[in-house]
């Protein structure tokens, strides 16, 4: 079991940057690729970012790409995601999902624990 908390969301201008956390509770992180998604009402979840087990494989959605970069520090049991120049579009709900398996990783039934969700507001 693998528990995951994500924090660092609120609310930010069009331009703007955050950095999103997801830290988990279990000391074997490092044997789970890390995938984030959102979901933005009315619509249904979407990849953002996966990265491996290790750092060193990263894959991003195309409409993040160059905006958005995902990162890990396993000995701090947490991955981030850096988001900058924000637009109104990535307004969501924002979750962290584990996997164990090693796969492209980019739909939300890959991915076995959840997060809560973080929220993440750009204003226009």
């Known amino acids: 079991q693998v528990q995951l908390v994500e924090s660092g969301g609120g609310l930010v201008q069009a331009g703007g940057s955050l950095r999103l956390s997801c830290v988990a509770s279990?000391?074997?992180?490092?044997?789970?690729?890390i995938g984030w998604f959102r979901q933005a009402p009315g619509k249904e979840r979407e990849f953002v970012a996966r990265?491996?087990?290790?750092?060193?494989?990263?894959y991003y959605a195309d409409s993040v790409k160059g905006r958005f970069t995902i990162s890990r520090d396993n000995a701090k049991n947490t991955v981030y995601l850096q988001m900058n120049s924000l637009k109104p579009e990535d307004t969501a709900l924002y979750y962290c999902?584990?996997?164990?398996?090693?796969?492209?990783?980019?739909?939300?039934?890959?991915?076995?624990?959840w997060g809560q969700g973080t929220q993440v507001t750009v204003s226009s």
């Open positions: 279990r000391r074997t992180f490092n044997n789970y690729a």
């Open positions: 990265i491996s087990w290790s750092g060193g494989s990263k």
């Open positions: 999902a584990a996997d164990d398996v090693r796969r492209l990783g980019i739909n939300s039934y890959d991915y076995d624990y």
